[in-house]
C-alpha cells in the first residue's frame, strides 16, 4: 500500500520556485523556503554546513561592485585623475 503502487498517485508539488534564492524549495504550504528561509529576513545558514555556505556565499556570484574593489583600494580610491604623459626613451 505504501510501496510502488503508491507512488503513481503522486502528482502534486509541496515545493516551487523561491523568489529570493531560485531554487525549488520553496514550500506552498508553509509559505516558507526550505533552502534560504525566505520569507525570514536572515538568509538560512548554519555553521555546522560549511559546504552549503561554500554554495551561495560571496565569489559565486558575479560581485559585479567588490572584485575592482582591491584594484581601486589599492591606489588610495583615486578619482577623476589621468596619468602623466611620459616622454618616450631616446
Not at 531560485?22 to 560549511?50: D, L, M, V
Amino acid at each position: 500500500s505504501k510501496g510502488t503502487s503508491s507512488f503513481g498517485k503522486r502528482h502534486s508539488k509541496t515545493h516551487t520556485l523561491c523568489r529570493r534564492c531560485g531554487r525549488r524549495s520553496f514550500h506552498i504550504q508553509k509559505k516558507t523556503c526550505a533552502q534560504c528561509g525566505y520569507p525570514a529576513a536572515k538568509t538560512r545558514s548554519w555553521e555546522w554546513g560549511a559546504k552549503a555556505k561554500r554554495r551561495s556565499t560571496t565569489g559565486t556570484g558575479r560581485m559585479r561592485h567588490l572584485k575592482d574593489l582591491p584594484r581601486r583600494a589599492k591606489n588610495g580610491f583615486r578619482e577623476g585623475t589621468q596619468a602623466k604623459k611620459v616622454a618616450p626613451a631616446s
